[in-house]
């Protein structure tokens, strides 16, 4: 009988293991270079009419642009999603069906799914209102946003059905919490979160890019963290962020550090809902706030990535971080006890003068009795 | 026996603006504990402290504006400037009275007339509020009710934590001196002596 050794049995298992583990998606034997045969012509389109109306859609697909998708990044290739294209007919004019069926993302983004299920845009749906994944994420250029600032993040998605401005009339400094807080991290309040810290420099208006500040650093990528992190914690406290900006300045880049409020690139973010949006203004602006825990120096990469670096919440109230503040949540200690310094101070200062004030009223009163008897015998012996 | 005399010493614009001062400097060191404290404090809801901090700001501007302007079109803005020459010598009498004569009951080295109302001491401390530290306060203040419009500002400043601690450290100083100042006020021939002139406009001299 033929011995089966261990090492043969693990690697058998290592194999059922990563079949399981694989993505659901069987890769159809069409590349993407054939669909770009006919897709990359900028003039492909296809128009229907029914003799009253006239429909037009463009079929150009930028493969430069693809080429920098998430989607392509990550090996997901043209039928991975158009998966009703089984095989290509080229001697068809149009080798697939001319209608295809809707893309399904669900089919991978399961948890995205789900969330999104449980909110307000797909209970609109119920209204005749149908809002797909499309409508916010795009279709074939859907690159990552963890690099993106506030503005580019509302401006990709919220901002293109809702005007914050036409509601949120509660909400006091309305400009400065839009600038500042990305919409879902008050309206998912269970969204992890993160302050997100990047080099922005205020001469030329714009922010640095990861790589820009490593070339700036001269190092590598790999070499940032090893750099900064001098104690190894693998956090970077308040005096390694004070030696980066040091850093950056004997390189004559006087980049300051800006901070917004971001959600993570989590799926329950899609369970947006109505109603259950934060209104608790002191949830953010008291001390310890659990909006503040987070915070991360980011180094954003072109293809709309980031690499996040672990900072040390100190950092938020210190004198480190002079371009960001949020009222209360991020304040610094030292100046409570100056505070409450200048108070005592006021207060010793009154109730001991009062105390001798009190204490010398008999004195003030023998003083007045006896100038009061020496003018009267003055006025006598007058 | 000395006469009770009674010195016209303040104003109506003077009267008027000190009241509307003083209502906007306590709504604005109130709020301004509750905004700073959130999370101790529970006198309202911190949106409600923030707009009635704003509307206090702005009232405390404007009626920083009414006392520059009377002061300024009067010429009597010259009451908060002490005299150097002198300076020195009176403010010694002056805190030798507040810290050992005003116990044995002896008069204060500073007479009140309305050209010259202030002690020197006064002069300094209301001089150095209402030239530097008041501007201070309503600038940073501003600056910190729009972020964002005035980030350009505030970034040429410093950043918003250097304003911010400036307008925390002078919101200390002026609730600190509310104390003192209230105190001080007790401090005339009788304790309520200097309330009632603030709003009569006469003092008695004794």
């Excluded at chain 1, 997901?76 to 068809?92: F, P, Q, R, S, W």
């Excluded at chain 1, 949120?168 to 969204?191: I, S, T, Y």
Aim: with cysteine.
């Amino acid at each position: 009988m033929k011995k089966i050794f261990p090492l043969q049995i693990s690697i058998g298992w290592a194999i059922v293991f990563a079949c399981l583990a694989s993505p659901p998606i069987a890769r159809a034997a069409i590349e993407n270079s054939e669909c770009f045969g006919c897709h990359s012509d900028a003039s492909l389109s296809r128009s229907e009419t029914d003799g009253v109306s006239h429909m037009s859609e463009q079929l150009f697909i930028d493969e430069e642009k693809f080429s920098h998708s998430v989607h392509h990044h990550n090996g997901i290739g043209c039928v991975d999603c158009h998966a009703d294209i089984k095989t290509l007919n080229y001697n068809a004019k149009v080798p697939h069906a001319k209608q295809l069926a809707p893309v399904n993302c669900t089919m991978c983004h399961d948890e995205a799914t789900a969330a999104f299920k449980n909110s307000v845009h797909m209970k609109i749906r119920g209204k005749g209102i149908t809002m797909n994944c499309s409508a916010c994420h795009g279709y074939h250029y859907v690159r990552p946003e963890e690099s993106l600032t506030v503005m580019e993040r509302v401006n990709n998605g919220c901002a293109k059905c809702h005007n914050p401005y036409q509601s949120h009339d509660w909400l006091p400094q309305k400009n400065e919490h839009f600038a500042f807080v990305e919409c879902v991290v008050c309206h998912v309040p269970e969204a992890p979160r993160h302050i997100h810290l990047t080099f922005f420099d205020l001469v030329t208006n714009k922010f640095y890019t990861g790589q820009e500040i490593l070339k700036i650093l001269g190092i590598a990528e790999n070499e940032f963290i090893p750099m900064l992190d001098t104690n190894k914690d693998g956090i970077i406290n308040v005096d390694e962020f004070e030696n980066l900006e040091l850093m950056l300045r004997q390189k004559n880049v006087h980049a300051i550090f800006h901070a917004e409020l971001v959600a993570e690139m989590h799926p329950i973010v899609h369970q947006v809902n109505r109603g259950t949006a934060l209104r608790d203004c002191t949830a953010c602006h008291s001390a310890d706030s659990p909006y503040f825990e987070a915070v991360t120096l980011v180094l954003t990469k072109d293809d709309g990535s980031a690499d996040h670096f672990q900072v040390d919440r100190a950092v938020l109230e210190s004198f480190s971080l002079r371009h960001f503040y949020a009222l209360g949540g991020t304040r610094i200690k030292l100046l409570d006890k100056i505070g409450f310094l200048l108070l005592a101070g006021g207060f010793s200062l009154v109730l001991g003068h009062l105390a001798v004030r009190i204490a010398t009223i008999p004195l003030r009163r023998k003083n007045e009795y006896e100038a009061n008897q020496s003018s009267i015998q003055e006025e006598v012996s007058k | 026996m000395k006469q009770d005399k009674l010195i016209y010493i303040h104003p109506a614009p003077v009267r008027v603006w000190h009241w509307l001062n003083a209502t906007g400097i306590v709504l604005l060191v109130v709020t301004g504990f509750q905004i700073r404290y959130a999370e101790m404090l529970n006198l309202m809801p911190l949106k409600n402290a923030i707009s009635l901090h704003n509307y206090a700001g702005f009232g405390v501007i404007a009626t920083y504006f009414l006392w520059l302007y009377y002061y300024l079109s009067t010429g009597k803005i010259t009451i908060y400037f002490p005299n150097l020459n002198t300076f020195v010598e009176k403010a010694v009498k002056q805190i030798k009275f507040y810290g050992y004569g005003i116990f044995r009951g002896e008069p204060n080295p500073h007479v009140m007339t309305p050209e010259n109302k202030f002690n020197v001491l006064q002069q300094k401390a209301y001089m150095g509020i209402m030239f530097v530290l008041l501007p201070a306060q309503m600038i940073s203040g501003v600056f910190l009710w729009k972020v964002k419009g005035y980030s350009d500002y505030i970034h040429l400043l410093g950043g918003i934590r250097l304003i911010d601690t400036i307008h925390v450290l002078f919101f200390f100083f002026f609730a600190s001196f509310l104390v003192v100042h209230c105190y001080l006020a007790t401090l005339g021939h009788t304790p309520l002596a200097h309330f009632k002139a603030m709003f009569t406009g006469y003092e008695e001299h004794h």
